[in-house]
Structure formats: C-alpha cells, structure tokens
C-alpha cells in the first residue's frame, strides 16, 4: 500500500473510530490512533485534566511538541498513577506545500533525519523525568508528512510557508525507556572516558548543540558526572557504563 493510500484509510478509520477529535491535531491523532488497544479509553477526565489514554492504571499521554506544555500535568499525574510520555521523532519528512486553495502544489523529502538522540532536544526541559517510580517515556521514529501553506505575514524564514499541520505516514519504530539506565543505550561504544560534548557529538554524528542537551540530561538523571576540564570544555565520565 502506498502512502497516499495509507492516508486515505486512516482518514476512514478516523472517521469510523468514535474518538473525541474535536480541534485535536492530526499528528497526535493518527498516533493516539495507532498507539490504542482494545480496552483503551480516551480523552478520560482524572483530576482536573483529560487523559489522552487510559489503559488499565497506566495514563498516557502523547505530545507532540513542546515538554514544557505537558510538566505540570505530568508531574501532578505521576503522584498517583503511572505515567506514559509518547513523544514522536521524524526520523524521514515530506514536505508537501498548498496553495490557497489547499490544493497540492509540490511534495519533496526533507533531506534532514532525526534519531533517538533528539529525544534529549525536549527531554531538556524535563530531564529528570524519567527518575520518578511512576515514569515511562515511548519515543516513536516516524515518517511523516509537513503541511506547509503560504502565509505572506509570517514565517518570514520560511519565505512566508507556514506549517498548518502533521500527519503521521508511518511508525518506524518505538523505543520504550523505563529507567534513566535505558538513555544510557545512546551512548557510543567508541566514545572516550571521559568525554567532552564535542567527543559526544562526533560520535554520534550529531550537532553540539544536541550533544550538550543530551549531556545536561544526563548529568540531572546523575548518570555522568563532570571530573575535570580540557581547556575550556568540561570532561564526563559514565560510572553506570
């Protein structure tokens, strides 16, 4: 099957599903669509907030962008229940741009690719997420579809193209990370002790920039600890390795 035709079906499936979708995007959706079993119920109200999920005692909640958004729910939720955090990463993107009409006008793959590692891009603003008894965090490696629309007010970065939505082609794969031992499976087997985050960022062939997140999480969750600098850049060790 083709991916315009795996569109189309989830588009009946959506449909047929009985799903509460009123003003729900339509990546988190497609993957509260995929991710359900049966037994599952959804939009649940508990203690003040909708549950994106319920299944038995576990609460899951599926976000799609910002970890900021979601803290505090997480953090009252986890109290008293488990917790799931499934959070999407497109490993492979189509753009696909529409002009005013909505009709199609281009479709192209994004050249960028993104792995597990940019989990730690948002797990930054909740790094020690992952150390309460209640915690669990699904990372998702997705293609997906980018709608883009032409807005000449905005996105002046993008030459007025500006995201309408995501829509989940596919799963390529899910990761589920129950303790904060589980991070520690990124990290490369060639990578010196200790390490810098350049080191980190080589070996993963990554930016910096992620590399430094990663390590900032990491050092929360108290996996690596700083024992001395090289020149300007502080050196790690992993005593969990």
């Not at 990578?191 to 990663?214: E, V």
Request: proline fraction near 4%.
């Amino acid at each position: 099957m083709g991916e315009r035709e795996e569109g189309r079906e989830k588009e009946k499936d959506r449909k047929l599903s009985g799903i509460n979708t009123y003003n729900e995007k339509a990546l988190h959706l497609d993957l509260k669509q995929w991710y359900a079993q049966a037994g599952d119920v959804f939009e649940a109200p508990l203690d003040g907030y909708f549950i994106d999920i319920v299944r038995g005692d576990l609460l899951i909640e599926i976000q799609t962008g910002n970890f900021t958004a979601i803290r505090s729910k997480l953090a009252r939720l986890a109290q008293t229940h488990p917790v799931r955090l499934v959070y999407p990463i497109a490993q492979e993107k189509w753009i696909v741009k529409l002009d005013e009409q909505g009709e199609r006008l281009s479709r192209r793959k994004s050249p960028a690719r993104c792995g597990l590692a940019h989990v730690f891009a948002e797990l930054v603003r909740l790094p020690t997420f992952l150390g309460g008894a209640n915690t669990s965090l699904d990372i998702l490696l997705i293609a997906e579809e980018e709608v883009r629309v032409y807005d000449g007010q905005r996105a002046w970065r993008r030459r007025g193209w500006v995201t309408q939505e995501r829509r989940l082609l596919r799963v390529v794969e899910s990761k589920l990370w129950q303790t904060p031992e589980d991070c520690l499976a990124l990290l490369p087997a060639d990578l010196p002790d200790p390490f810098t985050t350049a080191d980190l960022a080589a070996a993963l062939a990554q930016p910096r920039w992620l590399a430094q997140k990663m390590v900032y999480c990491l050092r929360a969750m108290e996996l690596i600890t700083a024992v001395g600098k090289e020149g300007n850049a502080i050196l790690y060790t992993c005593a969990g390795c």
